[in-house]
């Protein structure tokens, strides 16, 4: 034997067997709440530096199904499977539909599931223990929705340990007429739609699903599945998971782990061309709680040091871009934004994934911070955290830990407010109120 192949026969299972493949990883907007490691970076304060303050926009925690998702896709299937005569005790990967019920009902939709509010109490003691060393907040925001609103509760709850006397919710309405001045400001937006990006989906859908469709009814001859169907069947993984702590759908016997890649792509199209860098819109829309939030962290006259916001999964993305994260084109000196994303294969080396921009519970932070730092000047810092994961600016890293230092974290807010800080022109509207105060006392 070659010693070459002895390392290789030694190595190769311990590699193999040191990488799992988590469906709900994959699972865009309708993943369970979990932090990439990716940029690897730490999430604790870089060598010789506190933080000093910090604000974050939080998506709200899991619910039982979005509207849209049951009506198109989960709810046809589950009543396909009510009226079907296949024997799915004959088939290999489908014999759990012999016995298998739906988790939702019409009267649950849009509500948190109990996981979902268990996971807001635990980001309430997370952040609770990261920012020990911080004046206690006394409010926090979240838009009016019952999802929004019941996660603020449940963060308040977790946070305070259920002294909920402590920390105060204002709820922010989520109207047209407060333009900008919402945590739900694509609303208000006459150049935003929510259908922008289904084109674009649907025409990948139609390639990943070909030979699932084609392999399941291979096995299952009466049932017919379609993209739908299948779609159906991807999404009830993560919901069944987030209501029954688990779900057959996810079985990697069921879809393989490269079938799961094709239905994050899908959705990963359909928030890139809707909120995201295939819309020139996007940034537009995430710069007022951007820009609000810096002022927050500077005005030093201000007593509260930790602002958290609650919103939906169109917010953060659009704050994403904003701020030129998870940007496909970054550093290629290029910005040929389409073809980074095509819509008849993967590109699976993206930076764009919505597994990681907007899950349950997706939340972004800036962090201001102190540093006396080996190497470094002395003074304040800024930070942006992806789900407690480091993501440094593209431009600016001069400072600890990939951070950025404070005059060069303004030049570059003064620079974005120059592109993208006009909402009533980038929204075709006129005279709709064109930055966040819910901050101001
Ligand atoms: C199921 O069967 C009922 C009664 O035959 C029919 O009205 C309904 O359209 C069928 N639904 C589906 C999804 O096939
Ligand atoms: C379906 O049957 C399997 C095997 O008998 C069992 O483990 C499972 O709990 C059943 N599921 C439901 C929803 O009844
Ligand atoms: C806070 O209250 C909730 C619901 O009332 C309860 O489930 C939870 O265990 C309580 N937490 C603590 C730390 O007492
Ligand atoms: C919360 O609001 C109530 C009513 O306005 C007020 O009395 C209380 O002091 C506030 N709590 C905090 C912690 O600010
Ligand atoms: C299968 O479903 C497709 C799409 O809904 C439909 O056009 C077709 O007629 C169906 N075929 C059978 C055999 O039921
Ligand atoms: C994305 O990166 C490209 C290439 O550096 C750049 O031209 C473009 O402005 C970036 N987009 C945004 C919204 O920051
Ligand atoms: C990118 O695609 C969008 C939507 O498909 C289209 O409106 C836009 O013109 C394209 N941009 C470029 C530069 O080709
Ligand atoms: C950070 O906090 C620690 C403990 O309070 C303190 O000793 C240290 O001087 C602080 N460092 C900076 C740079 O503010
Ligand atoms: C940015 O913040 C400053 C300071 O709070 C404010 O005066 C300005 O109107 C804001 N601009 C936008 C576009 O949000």
């Excluded at 599931?113 to 006394?138: C, D, F, I, M, W």
């Excluded at 909120?275 to 201000?302: H, Q």
């Excluded at 810092?381 to 951070?403: E, I």
């Amino acid at each position: 034997m070659h010693i070459q192949s002895i390392v290789v026969a030694l190595v190769a299972p311990i590699l193999a067997s040191s990488y799992r493949f988590n469906p709900l990883e994959h699972s865009s907007g309708i993943a369970p709440y979990f932090t990439p490691h990716d940029p690897p970076l730490e999430a604790s304060p870089p060598q010789g530096c506190n933080v000093t303050r910090a604000a974050y926009l939080v998506r709200h925690a899991a619910i039982y199904a979005n509207d849209f998702d049951y009506e198109t896709y989960i709810e046809p299937f589950v009543q396909k499977l009510h009226n079907t005569t296949q024997k799915w005790s004959a088939t290999k990967s489908l014999k759990f539909l012999s016995n298998w019920t739906a988790p939702i009902s019409d009267d649950e939709l849009e509500k948190l599931t109990r996981v979902g509010l268990q996971e807001a109490r635990s980001l309430g003691v997370t952040l609770n223990k990261r920012y020990a060393h911080l004046k206690k907040p006394t409010k926090l925001w979240s838009s009016t929705a019952e999802r929004t609103v019941k996660s603020a509760q449940g963060f308040i709850e977790g946070f305070t340990n259920n002294r909920t006397k402590l920390l105060n919710l204002t709820q922010v309405a989520e109207s047209k007429k407060a333009g900008a001045d919402s945590l739900t400001p694509y609303k208000a937006c006459s150049a935003y739609s929510s259908s922008y990006g289904s084109d674009q989906s649907e025409n990948f859908m139609k390639v990943y699903t070909k030979p699932i469709i084609a392999r399941l009814n291979a096995e299952a001859r009466s049932f017919n599945f379609t993209e739908d169907d299948v779609t159906g069947m991807f999404e009830l993984c993560g919901y069944e998971t987030v209501i029954r702590g688990s779900s057959p759908f996810c079985s990697l016997d069921l879809f393989t782990p490269d079938e799961w890649l094709g239905f994050e792509y899908t959705n990963d199209l359909q928030y890139f061309y809707n909120t995201g860098y295939g819309r020139d819109l996007s940034p537009s829309l995430g710069f007022p709680w951007v820009n609000a939030s810096v002022a927050a962290l500077d005005e030093e006259s201000r007593s509260q040091e930790l602002f958290v916001s609650f919103t939906h999964r169109e917010l953060p993305p659009t704050v994403i871009t904003a701020l030129g994260l998870y940007n496909n084109s970054a550093y290629t000196g290029a910005n040929n934004v389409n073809q980074t994303m095509p819509q008849n294969r993967i590109n699976y080396n993206r930076a764009w994934k919505t597994s990681q921009i907007l899950p349950f519970l997706e939340n972004i932070a800036i962090e201001k911070m102190s540093c006396q730092s080996y190497g470094y000047d002395e003074g304040s810092y800024y930070r942006l955290l992806n789900n407690a994961g480091p993501q440094p600016l593209v431009d600016c890293q001069d400072g600890p830990g990939g951070s950025c230092s404070s005059e060069q974290f303004h030049d570059f807010i003064r620079q974005r407010r120059e592109l993208f800080g006009d909402f009533n022109k980038a929204c075709g509207d006129k005279h709709l109120p064109a930055s966040l105060s819910i901050y101001q006392p």
